[in-house]
């Protein structure tokens, strides 16, 4: 039987698969989310400062919170100007609506990073 490494508890189950978190059985796992729905998450967003951008953004938050006003979006430039980072604050629903979003976000062709 192969050792723990000295940062996991000693009184897991011996039968844990040693591949990695994704392996765990569901009775092991903490919990599925630490988010309270329906709350408020806000979501940053980094990409070119370019005509359209933030319009795109806005109208993609709208497809998963219908009540989204764009007028709470936080705009910050970067130094030289070339990319804009935004914070849109849409309300969560679900894991599987965050799922969607960040999906649909960082497949936009005007989006470099979604956080």
């Given amino acids: 039987m192969a050792t723990l490494p000295p940062n996991l508890p000693a009184d897991l189950?011996?039968?844990?698969?040693?591949?990695?978190?994704?392996?765990?059985?569901?009775?092991v796992r903490l919990q599925d989310s630490l988010i309270p729905?329906?709350?408020?998450?806000?979501?940053?967003?980094m990409g070119a400062q370019a005509e359209g951008f933030?319009?795109?953004?806005?109208a993609?938050?709208?497809q998963f919170d219908p009540d989204f006003d764009?007028?709470?979006i936080a705009q910050r430039?970067?130094?030289?100007g070339k990319?804009?980072?935004?914070?849109?604050?849409?309300?969560?629903?679900?894991?599987?609506?965050?799922?969607?979003v960040y999906r649909t976000l960082s497949t936009?062709?005007?989006v470099k990073v979604v956080l």
């Fill in 60 to 62: 993609i938050a709208r």
């Fill in 70 to 72: 764009a007028s709470t």
């Fill in 13 to 27: 189950p011996p039968d844990l698969p040693a591949q990695g978190p994704a392996e765990v059985p569901a009775a």
């Fill in 37 to 45: 729905y329906p709350s408020a998450f806000p979501i940053k967003v």
């Fill in 77 to 80: 430039p970067s130094r030289g």
């Fill in 54 to 58: 933030v319009e795109a953004i806005a």
């Fill in 83 to 100: 990319y804009l980072g935004l914070t849109v604050t849409i309300t969560a629903t679900s894991r599987e609506q965050l799922d969607e």
């Fill in 108 to 110: 936009h062709p005007l």
